[in-house]
C-alpha cells in the first residue's frame, strides 16, 4: 500500500489541527482561568473588643441547675433536671405487660411534652430508691413526679398512654 500526496495533506492538516488544539488549550485557556488564591485574614478587632467588654460588663449567671430531690433513682433525677414534670414507670425486664406499660407511659409523656424516666427495678439501686420513696409500688407502676420531687399521681398497674398524658398535663 502506498501513501499518496493526497494523503500526506490531510495527515498533515489533521497533525496541525490537534497541535493548534493543544496550543490552545495549554496556553490560551488555561491563562483566561481565573487564579482562585485564598482571599487574604480579615481581622475584626473592634467587633472582638466590643465582644470581650460586653463580656465583661455582663453580669454572671448564677448556677440555675434546678434543684432535684438526691434520694430519687438517678434516671429520673436527670429527667427531672431538664424537665419539671416527669412520667415514670416501674417496669422488670422480660415479666410480661411489662414492656407494654414502658411504651404507654412513653407515648403519655410524647403526647404531654413532659420527661421519661424508665425505672428497672432488677437494678438494686434503684429498687432501694423506688422502696423508699414509693412504698408498696408494683412493677409495672406509673407515677407523675413533679419537680423537686413530689409524687403528683401513681397507678399500680398497667395505664394506657391518653389517660397517662392527661395525668401528665394536669400537673404541668
Sequence with gaps: ???????????????????????????????????T???????????????TTRAL????????????????PAPLRVALRRHAVVVGVLYAPGVPGDGQAVLSALLGAAVAHVGFAALNVRNEAIAKA??????????PSVFVIRRP???????NGYLDGAAIAQAAKNFK
Design 37 to 51: 488564591a485564598p482571599p487574604p485574614p480579615v481581622h475584626h478587632t473592634a467587633l472582638r473588643h466590643a465582644a
Design 57 to 72: 460588663t455582663r453580669p454572671k449567671r448564677a448556677d440555675t441547675a434546678p434543684l432535684v430531690d438526691p434520694s430519687l
Design 130 to 139: 423506688v422502696a423508699a420513696k414509693l412504698p408498696g409500688s408494683t412493677d
Design 149 to 155: 420531687g413530689d409524687i403528683k399521681f401513681l397507678v
Design 1 to 35: 500500500m502506498q501513501i499518496t500526496a493526497k494523503t500526506k495533506l490531510y495527515g498533515g492538516i489533521g497533525l496541525g489541527l490537534v497541535l493548534v488544539v493543544l496550543v490552545l488549550k495549554m496556553f490560551v485557556l488555561k491563562s483566561s482561568a481565573p487564579v
